[in-house]
C-alpha cells in the first residue's frame, strides 16, 4: 500500500469511528433521559415533572426530540393513572353523597326531636301552617317535621317498566288517590323526585295494583299474576341497581289502594316484611306494621273530581243536620251484619239501609245527618271515611284492627268518634250522650282535617299528597343505615 492510499484509509477508519461514538452517545443519552424521567416519576407530582422538562410558556424555542418523547410518555401515563383513578374516585363520591343522606337524616332527626321536646317554645312558628293544635299529637316535631322534609326528602323512582302497569293508575275512580299519587310522583315538577340514586332517601316501585288487577286479573279468584308480576318487577330492579340489595329494600316503597295490595305485596318476603308499604288496606292482623308501613286515605274522585256536594261551601257549612245517624251499604265482611241486624230501618232518628232506594240521593243523607256510620267491610278501608269527613258528617268508626290515615300525627278522637264492635247495640245511647258543645267541637275538628285529606291539582302544602310523602318521610327517619 503506498502512501497515498494509507492516508485515505486512516481517514475513512476515523470517519466511521466518529460517526459510531455519535451515534453511541446519543443512544446512550436518550437512554439516561428515560430512566432518569422513570426515577423522578416516584419523586414528584405529575405537574412538577411536567414544570422541569419543558417550559409551555417559551413559545420561540426549538423543540427538541427529546421533549416529544417526554410528553408522550407524561401523557400515557397521565392518561393511565385517570383510568385507574376514575373508578375509585366515582366509588368514593357515591360514599360520600349516601354518607350525606345519613348525616342530614340524622341531623333531622335531632331537630325533629328538639321541636317536640318543647312543643311551646315554638308555638308562634307552627300556629301559621297548623293553627288548630288542638287535633294533632305533637303540632310542634309535625311543623319541624314538615320543614325538614321540604327541605331534604328526595324519592328515587325506578324507570323500568311501562303504562300502563308501571308510571301510570287510576286517577278517576274509588282508587284514585293511588294514580294521583303515582303521576305525582312521575311530573318531573315535584321538588321531591331525585335522578340520582345515591342522593334518594327512599326508592319508590311504581307500579300499580289497580292497573295490574285490571289488566292480568282473569276473574278466576287468582292473584298469581299479580304476585308474579311484583315478583318479576322487584327481581329487575335488584339484578340491575345495587340499592334493593344493599338494604333487603328496608329504604323502598309501594303504594296501593286496591284491596289486594296486601296480596300482591307477598309476591316478595322482603318487599312483605321490610319495605315500606303504602296501604288503603292498612290491617294489622294481615300483617301491616304501622312501625314501617303507612296508611293510604282512600279517596274516590269519579270522573277525577270530588263530588259537588261534597266541596267545601258555605250550603254544606250551615246544612241542617236532622238526622242522629246514618248508613247505606252492603252487607259483607264481619261488622255490617252487625249493623245492619240491629238497626235497619228501625229507627226514623238513624236511617240505616242495605241499600239507598233509587229516589233517594246517598249525598243528601251525608250532609243532613250529623254522625255516619263507616263500618269496615270485606276490608277494613272504605271511601266512605273520607265521604264522612268531605260533608262534614262525623264518623263514627266501627272496625277491627284497622290503621287509620295519619294516626300517628292525628288526634283522631278529636274528630270522630269510634265506637268498639261489640257496643254496636249501644249505638244510639252512644251517640245521644255527646253533649252539642262537643258535637260542635268536633264538628269544628273535622273541618279543619278536610285539608290533609284532599287531592289538589297541583298538590297543596299539607293535603293527601304531602301528608302520605310525610308518612313515608317518617318512616324513613325510622330507619337508620350504616
Known sequence: MDKHQYT???????????????FAISRCSISFFDYSLQKLEFSFPESELRRSFYNAGDENRAVDSRDVVSQQILSVRSRNATLQSKPEKKKKKKLNRRRMVEVGLSKARASIREAGASSNRNATLFNVDLPNAQVYRNPSALHQSYLEMEKRFKVYVYEEGEPPLVHDGPCKSVYAVEGRFIMEMEKSRTKFRTHDPDKAHVYFLPFSVTWLVTNLYDNNFDVEPLRTFASDYVRLISSKHPFWNRTSGADHFMLACHDWGPLTSKANEDLFSKSIRVMCNANSSEGFNPAKDATLPEIKLYGGEVHPQLRLSKTLMTSPRPHLAFFAGGVHGPVRPILLDHWKQRDPDMPVFEYLPKHLNYYDFMRSSKFCFCPSGYEVASPRLIEAIYSECIPVILSVNFVLPFSDILRWETFSVQVDVSEIPRLKEI??????????????????????????????????FHMTLHSIWLRRLNLRLT
Do not use: T, W
Not at 9 to 20: P, R
Open 431 to 464: 251517640l245521644m250522650s255527646i253533649s252539642d258543645e262537643k258535637y260542635q267541637s268536633l264538628k269544628r275538628n273535622l273541618r279543619y282535617v278536610r285539608r290533609h285529606f284532599e287531592l289538589n291539582d297541583p298538590p297543596k302544602r299539607y293535603d293527601a
Open 8 to 22: 485515505r484509509f486512516c481517514f475513512l477508519s476515523i470517519c466511521v469511528g466518529s460517526i459510531a461514538l455519535v
